[in-house]
Nanobody, 122 residues
Framework: VQLQASGGGLAQAGGSMRLSCAFS????????MGWFRQTPGAEREFVAA????????KIADAVKGRFTISGDNAKNTVRLQMNSLKPEDTAVYYC????????????????WGQGTQVTVSS
């Protein structure tokens, strides 16, 4: 499985940004997908997940109401829409994939993409 993340960059507080993760190498609809983020010196933390069928999603409390995750089966892509950005959202964001939805949420990840930097200025 290969995961290619894109869409990071610089945004102002209160702004929006969308991250995309392109999935390849296996059958897209059989993997749960998600996003994690990490700041220097901190552990990688869960942000959002979507089940393999797209029927279930989970959003971390820290971003609930501001971030949404969605899947595009036609393009084998998962997107993270980030609205009302805050400076504390600044981090490297990582795309993740695993056969198990619960495993992924718990951070037990089989496949990681490369990170994409998101910086939110105040």
């Amino acid at each position: 499985v290969q995961l290619q993340a894109s869409g990071g960059g610089l945004a102002q507080a209160g702004g929006s940004m969308r991250l995309s993760c392109a999935f390849s190498g296996r059958t897209f609809g059989t993997y749960a997908m998600g996003w994690f983020r990490q700041t220097p010196g901190a552990e990688r933390e869960f942000v959002a997940a979507i089940s393999s069928t797209g029927s279930s999603t989970k959003i971390a409390d820290a971003v609930k109401g501001r971030f949404t995750i969605s899947g595009d089966n036609a393009k084998n892509t998962v997107r993270l829409q980030m609205n009302s950005l805050k400076p504390e959202d600044t981090a490297v964001y990582y795309c993740a994939a695993d056969k198990g939805y619960t495993r992924l949420i718990e951070g037990i990840i089989h496949y990681w993409g490369q990170g994409t930097q998101v910086t939110v200025s105040s």
